[in-house]
Structures are given as structure tokens and as C-alpha cells.
């Protein structure tokens, strides 16, 4: 596995595009992938849609219609609960401390056996 394990809950496979986060596994997007790997890069950093704009595709110009990158990060929050990803406001986004949290001992014991 290709993963980015930050803490021992949540695990992400980037062949497979799967978060394994509170014990079940989400499939993501290669764009919601990407986001997330940019906000865990940069722990307690928030990241502004700008920057993530440029990583996602590549341009500094708002060239797109509309906001591609509030959208990806509506589908995110859908996917991963509202908790796990933070707006600063003013200052753009950053992963939620408790992504970094060690897992429930019950989580933990699972993923030591699989392992």
C-alpha cells in the first residue's frame, strides 16, 4: 500500500483513491485525493483555494467558471464529516486536528491485526 498514514485511523491508498478513516473505507476523486494530500502535507498550515487551485490545475488565473475548489471541498466534507476539514476564514483550509489523533484502542487493535 502507497499510503500517507497520518496516525494510525486513517490511511490513505493512493493507488486504490481510499481513505480508511473512523474504520470504513472512502473512495475519492483524483481531485479530492489531491486536496487532501496537500492539507495533511502542511499540518496546522491553512492552505488557501488559490494555492489549491494552482496544484489542482495548474493556473494562477481564475480561468474556470465558478469554483471548482469549494465544490471538491463540499464533496470532501460530504465524504470524510464536516469535522475533518477546517475553514479559516480569511485564510483557506486546513485538515482538523483530530485527523492526526492516535484511533480508538478498538481501531487500532483491527488495523495491528490486518498489518
Known sequence: ?????PGFAQIIDRASRTVTLRGREI??????????????ERPGTPVSRMELRERL???????????????HMHNLRAKLGEDVIQTIRGSGY??????????P???ADRLLSAG
Open 105 to 107: 484502542p478498538a481501531i
Open 57 to 71: 490545475y495548474g493556473m494562477r488565473e481564475p480561468d474556470i467558471l465558478g469554483n471548482p475548489v469549494q465544490v
Open 27 to 40: 473512495r475519492l476523486s483524483a481531485r479530492e485525493l489531491a486536496i487532501l494530500e496537500v492539507l495533511i
Open 94 to 103: 486546513v485538515v482538523s486536528a483530530a485527523w492526526f489523533a492516535p484511533p
Open 1 to 5: 500500500m502507497n499510503d500517507l498514514s
